[in-house]
């Protein structure tokens, strides 16, 4: 019982939060999300409402018939979770260039955690114009860590080298850059 009342509780997710954020978690959502009926279901049990998610292969279809951003971005994770690793960078690609930089941003985070440093390395390329200057500097430290893990998917130094240029100000990275010159 506590639980229905927590749900009760919740605040409705504007279509703007859920697009600022990125993927919700189902159990997050309420009906007046954009995407609640596609990615819920529900069933009566002792009549109770009880809400469980749709089936990802279910949801991976009904995904595909919808045109918005939120949709894409819900896409690309039911995608990864059926192992489909390129459907599931098509999406996030569509989704990315659909809602601008930030939504570049997250999806090299989100492609970085799954190993897809190739993509990764190409989203955060095309977030870092857009971002904010804290959010670019994250960024570009990001792809220095990502070069250092993964040697072979980028040239560590030209990351440095880039980060020090964007922030010419900034002392630890230009120090940074010069120390792996040596």
């Given at each position: 019982?506590?639980?229905?009342?927590?749900?009760?509780?919740?605040?409705?997710?504007?279509?703007?939060?859920?697009?600022?954020?990125?993927?919700?978690?189902?159990?997050?959502?309420?009906?007046?999300?954009l995407?609640?009926d596609?990615?819920?279901?529900?069933?009566?049990?002792?009549?109770?409402?009880?809400?469980?998610?749709?089936?990802?292969?279910?949801?991976?279809?009904?995904?595909?018939?919808?045109?918005?951003?939120?949709?894409l971005?819900?896409?690309?994770?039911?995608?990864?979770?059926?192992?489909?690793?390129?459907?599931?960078?098509?999406?996030l690609?569509?989704?990315?260039?659909?809602?601008?930089?930030?939504?570049?941003?997250?999806?090299?985070?989100?492609a970085?955690e799954r190993?897809?440093?190739?993509?990764?390395?190409?989203?955060?390329?095309?977030?870092?114009?857009?971002?904010p200057?804290?959010?670019?500097?994250?960024?570009?430290?990001?792809?220095?860590?990502?070069?250092?893990?993964?040697?072979?998917?980028?040239?560590?130094?030209?990351?440095?080298?880039?980060?020090?240029?964007?922030?010419?100000?900034?002392?630890?990275?230009?120090?940074d850059?010069?120390?792996?010159?040596?």
């Amino acid at each position: 019982m506590k639980r229905s009342r927590a749900v009760l509780a919740l605040v409705p997710l504007s279509v703007a939060g859920v697009a600022a954020s990125g993927s919700v978690p189902w159990e997050d959502l309420t009906p007046a999300d954009l995407l609640h009926d596609v990615v819920t279901r529900f069933t009566s049990v002792d009549g109770h409402r009880v809400y469980y998610p749709t089936p990802t292969q279910e949801l991976a279809a009904a995904l595909e018939t919808r045109s918005e951003p939120e949709a894409l971005r819900a896409l690309a994770d039911a995608r990864f979770e059926l192992g489909q690793r390129e459907a599931a960078l098509a999406a996030l690609r569509r989704w990315a260039e659909a809602a601008g930089p930030e939504a570049w941003a997250e999806a090299a985070q989100w492609a970085a955690e799954r190993l897809e440093m190739p993509f990764a390395f190409e989203a955060a390329g095309r977030a870092l114009a857009g971002l904010p200057p804290d959010a670019a500097r994250g960024l570009h430290d990001d792809r220095v860590r990502w070069a250092d893990r993964h040697p072979g998917a980028a040239d560590a130094l030209a990351l440095r080298r880039a980060r020090a240029e964007a922030f010419p100000a900034d002392a630890t990275a230009f120090e940074d850059y010069l120390r792996a010159l040596d």
